[in-house]
């Protein structure tokens, strides 16, 4: 820590309860109270310095010569800071340090000790060792912290702006190049990379440091001014990702409700520090989302989604909340779908999960402007390129995204089927290159909403494409009882209909195979190879054909059978029964006597 010794006298001050007194061996003749403490002095050493001391002493100067009394409760820096005044007054040793010049500083300028009133006065002192300060990163630091306990009149000698200046500057700068001191203290007084042997202090070759050496250091500023450093830091040109570090860095440390689990240990470790309230951190997680870099990809989605959840969970502002979902939306394509799964926080909610959280962050990625020809995915590549769109790659892993959740939370029987079908039907049919998840979203919601009606399971089942279902999910939903019959028969035709195209295929293959020139190559056994393969087609295109077979003559004999069934049932309701026996008649007549 830089320091600068002032004074040649020693020391003449005694303190005794909330007095102090000069031991010069003169009567004093001037009393100056700050707050509860109050200062025995005499007037010649005071306004032989200060201006404002001069003027007052002379203003309250009385006839009978008794004691003069001055109150100096505005002073910047209060008693501690007069204290130090007095001892420079009085030329006794005082020693200025980052810890206090600060104070030292504001008080000298209120009480005017400038050069007209001494050469080498405390002004002049104090600036020049701020200069050296300002040239040491630790000590800028300590000076800044104090700055606010004198923060206007700290303003006001754009002391704040200065130490900010001196911050940014060191901290946008390649530390290897000027050999700052960046490191504070630890716990035990010691510098950083310093160690303990045998009772002896030792120094140990310091560590290359990392873009992120300045962050721990600068998060002991409160946040006004932590604000202004950040502001400082993007002027001076640092990169957004150095930016985004240091803010998470902050909100981690000052909001305990984004990791609990680390304020529980800070507790049960015996820390003094306090836990902010929820009030404390709401506003601070608002403050922290305003000065978030806004370029893509900056900060991680999985800390944006916290810092989401954690903004559900204080109640901050909409408009918060709305800044991290579009933040959140506009790289969606890098989320991962355990941190989109966030919880319903309200009490009058249905559904486990947050689903209309979920569509407004879709919405603001499907919001950045589409290509038009979304049918041809080489021109919407191409157009992405030149006007910065999503890409096909973006857009797929979105549509996986979207597929992932659905089926996450298909299974909630209070999803109703409006919400699913808006989820689904936002991405295009393009982004999607096989439908297999999009059919397992769709099955798990058929099998959890069983009282669908036959509409409501034709429009769900609009939101896929059967032609693009692997061989897999084909044959699954072949035999999925609980789609509409209309598409399992689309399912059975594009699979037929695939393979046709597979075996013309071969065929084709099998020809230039035959008509080949090249010696090296075998044609009987390409021939052989190609023959098996559509012997193999062809089964298991009979076998498919069977099941369906299978299923519509199953539909049908059920169709078959409540139909007899309900003509039995009008058939025996229409019959004249016998008022006697009170059974059916046989030939289907009724006499009065009850005789056929």
């Known amino acids: 820590m830089a320091c600068m010794k002032l004074g040649s006298k020693s020391e003449a001050f005694h303190r005794d309860g909330q007095s102090w007194h000069c031991t010069s061996g003169l009567q004093s003749d001037v009393t100056i109270e700050i707050g509860e403490m109050s200062f025995h002095l005499h007037k010649f050493p005071l306004l032989s310095r200060s201006g404002l001391l001069e003027k007052l002493i002379g203003e309250s100067q009385s006839v009978d010569g008794s004691v003069c009394a001055l109150q100096l409760g505005q002073l910047p820096g209060g008693a501690k800071a007069f204290e130090l005044l007095a001892k420079f007054c009085y030329g006794i040793k005082i020693e200025l340090t980052s810890m206090n010049v600060v104070s030292l500083r504001c008080a000298a300028d209120y009480l005017q000790m400038n050069e007209e009133y001494g050469e080498g006065n405390l002004i002049v002192q104090t600036e020049a060792f701020l200069n050296e300060v300002f040239s040491n990163w630790t000590d800028t630091i300590k000076a800044l912290e104090t700055c606010e306990e004198v923060l206007p009149h700290a303003e006001e000698l754009h002391i704040v702006s200065r130490c900010i200046h001196s911050l940014a500057m ?76 240091a803010l998470v860095f902050y909100a981690k440390k000052y909001i305990p409700q984004m990791n609990r689990q680390s304020s529980f240990k800070n507790l049960n470790s015996g820390s003094t520090i306090s836990i902010p309230s929820e009030a404390d951190q709401r506003a601070l997680l608002e403050e922290i989302v305003e000065i978030l870099p806004n370029q893509k990809g900056v900060i991680h989605t999985r800390f944006l989604l916290r810092l989401l959840r954690t903004a559900m969970v204080l109640q901050s502002s909409p408009s918060c909340r709305e800044n991290l979902e579009r933040r959140i939306g506009l790289q969606l394509d890098l989320a991962a779908l355990e941190d989109l799964l966030i919880p319903n926080m309200g009490y009058s909610v249905e559904t486990l999960y947050d689903i209309d959280c979920f569509q407004r962050i879709l919405d603001n990625f499907m919001s950045i402007d589409q290509p038009s020809a979304a049918a041809s995915p080489c021109i919407v590549e191409e ?53 297999d998840g999009i059919y397992r979203a769709i099955d798990i919601y058929l099998k959890a909403h069983p009282w669908l009606t036959d509409s409501e399971r034709e429009q769900i089942c609009r939101l896929m494409n059967c032609q693009k279902l692997s061989l897999e999910a084909s044959t699954h939903a072949a035999q999925n009882e609980r789609l509409p019959l209309r598409v399992i028969v689309q399912v059975l035709f594009f699979e037929q209909l695939r393979l046709r195209t597979s ?5 084709f293959v099998s020809d230039n195979l035959e008509n080949s020139q090249n010696p090296n190559f075998s044609k009987n056994d390409g021939i052989e190879d190609m023959r098996e393969r559509v012997s193999d087609l062809e089964k298991e295109c009979q076998s498919m054909r069977k099941d369906f077979q299978k299923l519509v003559k199953t539909k049908r004999s059920w ?26 008649c046989a030939n289907g007549l009724q006499h009065e006597n009850g005789e056929r």
């Open 170 to 245: 060191k901290a946008c700068a390649d530390p290897k190049l000027f050999n700052w001191p960046v490191s504070r203290c630890n716990e035990a007084g010691r510098p950083s990379g310093a160690s303990l042997w045998n009772g002896i202090c030792t120094s140990i070759k310091p560590q290359p440091l990392s873009d992120d050496w300045w962050f721990e250091d600068v998060s002991f500023l409160s946040l006004p001014l932590y604000k202004r450093l950040i502001q400082a830091v993007e002027v001076g040109g640092m990169t957004p990702e150095n930016i985004a570090g």
């Open 383 to 435: 157009s992405q390129l030149m006007e910065g769109t999503h890409s096909l790659t973006s857009m797929t892993m979105v549509a996986n995204l979207v597929d992932a959740y659905l089926s996450d939370v298909s299974a909630d029987v209070n999803l109703k089927f409006p919400k699913f079908q808006s989820l689904a039907a936002a991405v295009p049919d393009y982004a999607r290159p096989i439908s």
């Open 503 to 507: 075996i013309s295929g071969w065929f």
């Open 559 to 584: 169709n078959i059978f409540w139909r007899r069934k309900s003509h039995n049932v009008n058939a025996k309701s229409s019959q004249p029964i016998d008022t006697k026996t009170r059974q059916p």
